[in-house]
């Protein structure tokens, strides 16, 4: 039986696919729990107009995306820190402190973006990764100084 995807299913297609199913799995579990319209002419016409559309807004959301990339790749942010003997840190700079410095820069992205390793704890130069998006990631530099 030939259906048309509304939704990504793993291990099947992506939303507005026109695959081939057993006529059993389509009519129990796809078609009553919204994930599947039967292939009919008009239904293929209306998930190819779909499938259209979502692409040309996804591509319109990747070139923002990209912009915001270059702009964050260019930030540099320097976080002043006190340090004892031997210029030992106390404490240390995690991805909430980095968060908060972009936001005081005008960067809106989610805390859980950044990604790092394990916290910094000690004085030099950083470059944190951020990831923008599924596929887009920028680099942003980190000066950690003596306060």
């Known amino acids: 039986m030939k259906i048309i995807l509304l939704s990504d299913i793993e291990n099947l297609g992506e939303s507005g696919d026109v695959i081939a199913v057993k006529p059993g799995y389509a009519r129990n579990k796809l078609i009553p729990q919204g994930l599947a319209l039967r292939a009919s002419n008009r239904n293929i016409a209306v998930a ?11 591509e319109r959301e990747n070139q ?3 912009v915001l990339a270059k702009k964050l790749s260019k930030v540099e942010i320097t976080i002043e820190v006190k340090v004892g003997d031997e210029e030992k840190m106390f404490g240390s700079i995690t991805s909430k ?6 936001i005081d820069k005008g960067f809106e992205i989610e805390k859980n ?16 990764n951020v990831k923008i998006s599924k596929d887009i990631t920028s680099d942003v530099k980190l000066y950690v100084i003596k306060g």
């Open 48 to 58: 190819n107009e779909n499938k259209r559309v979502a692409t040309s807004k996804l």
């Open 64 to 66: 923002a995306l990209n």
């Open 97 to 102: 402190d980095i968060h908060k410095e972009l």
């Open 113 to 128: 973006r950044i990604s790092i390793e394990e916290p910094i704890k000690a004085l030099g130069i950083y470059h944190i």
